[in-house]
């Protein structure tokens, strides 16, 4: 039951059985009250014309004897029904089973019953007419009276037995539940079907699930035009949800290999310095110089770990905090991030283009971290810019936005390499691995602190000039 196919085929199967079960009652009460109205509609003439017969007769109105049991036997025969006419008494004076004689005649009948048939006018019932027969009949009673006399002559009982009705019920019963019968084999057959069809496709994303779980990252669920719509989507969400972890798996595992990679080199750079000092082999005077290379190695370590930390923290918080963010001239942040790579520009005949505006921008951001994104963006532009190259650093304002632009002469970068720039550990240069100048974080860092404010970042290559543009709220 705990099945989406038990689930299924039970409801069904409960809906069906109650269907039917109302649906039976419902049409055996009609027939039963079609057949019950059309009895006594049938009594009921019956009972009038002898009635208005046997009042002619008692008024000596051109009826012989033999001429009114004759009509009473053909009105008895033709309608399928017994009469019985009692007299004011209530005693069986004539019977249709035999006008001259029957088991009927000189019976008496409960003048409660008479005084009920006589003050009501008629009465009508289903059941034992106690005195007279021992079945269960329909039967109608009316007065016979006579309009010389105030006094009812008598009444007439016109009567026919329920078996052929029960017998008419019994077979249509009989009939419906063949019929039923049939129905629900058809239904549960079809229910059967269509409830494993319709959980085909969920079992097969269980078997998809676990295969995924157990480090089948390419498992995905078949789309097939024969699924519902809600199927349809589930199993598309599915694959898109396998396609993001598997990328994203796939991105641990190169994150882990890169990280093992860069720390591998310094690591042993440090080791085995160190253990050179510690054996003799790297003599006295050389110790303070490879000292220092370790110390320069260990700070690059430190500056590695602390990058990690501070993206993993971006990362967690899913966007800057208000609380965090402060207005600032996004001028002077710029400003003073660019005055920390003098020396660096001068060593390299680098010339410096900036163009802001004459008045103070003011944005809205968390300064440290904004101040880190020109920072690294400057740092990365003084790498790649070629002696006597332009580095260039641009503030322009445009409608709610603050655009800042970072740009440098140098090689252009291919345009299937434009996409990577920002992923972690990414080096244009793969030979730039061997100097270590660099960890391949910096502009990792830069998108990750840009995105978590809700702004964007870009870039452009094209004629030797590679420039880098993010946008920061403008407080106006």
Known sequence: MKTSFGRIFYTAALILLLALTM???????????????????RLDKNAQVISHLAASYAAGEDTSSQDFLLNLDVAANLSDT?????????KVILCSDSPFGCKHLKLQVNSEYMDKVISSG??????????????????????????????A?????????????????????????????????????????????????LREMAKVANDFGHGDLEARVRVEDSYSEEVRDLAVAFNNMASSLQKSEYQRQEFVANVSHELKTPMTTISGYVDGILDGTIPPERHRHYLQIVSDETKRLSRLVRSMLDISQLQDQKGMPDEKKMNFDMEECAGLALVNFE????????????????????????????????YNLVDNAVKFCPQGGTLGLTIKEGGSKVYVSVSNDGETIPPEELPLVFDRFHKLDKS?????????????????????????ISVTSRDGKTEFTFTMPLVN
């Not at 049409?27 to 059309?38: A, D, H, I, P, W």
Request: with cysteine; charged share 20%; hydrophobic share 40%.
């Open 23 to 41: 649906l039976g009652a419902s049409f055996q009460q009609l027939v039963k009250n079609y057949l019950t109205e059309t009895t006594f509609s």
């Open 82 to 90: 017994d009469i019985i006419i009692c007299n004011s008494q209530g």
């Open 432 to 456: 730039r691995s061997k100097n270590r100048d660099g960890w391949g974080l910096g502009l990792y860092i830069v998108k990750t602190i840009v995105c978590s404010h809700g702004e964007n």
């Open 122 to 151: 008629s009465d009508r019932g289903t059941g034992m007419i106690r005195g007279l027969y021992d079945d269960s009949r329909f039967f109608i009673a009316l007065p016979i009276s006579d309009e010389l006399q105030e006094d």
């Open 153 to 201: 002559l008598g009444i007439v009982i016109v009567s026919v037995s329920t078996d052929d009705t029960n017998a008419v019920l019994k077979q249509l019963s009989t009939l419906y539940m063949n019929t039923a019968m049939v129905v629900v084999l058809v239904s549960i057959l079809a229910v059967l079907a269509y409830a494993g069809r319709s959980s085909r496709p």
């Open 343 to 374: 020396k660096k520009i001068n060593d390299k005949g680098i010339n410096v283009k900036v163009d802001m505006p004459e008045h103070p921008v003011y944005t809205f951001a968390n300064q440290d971290a904004i101040t880190q994104v020109v």
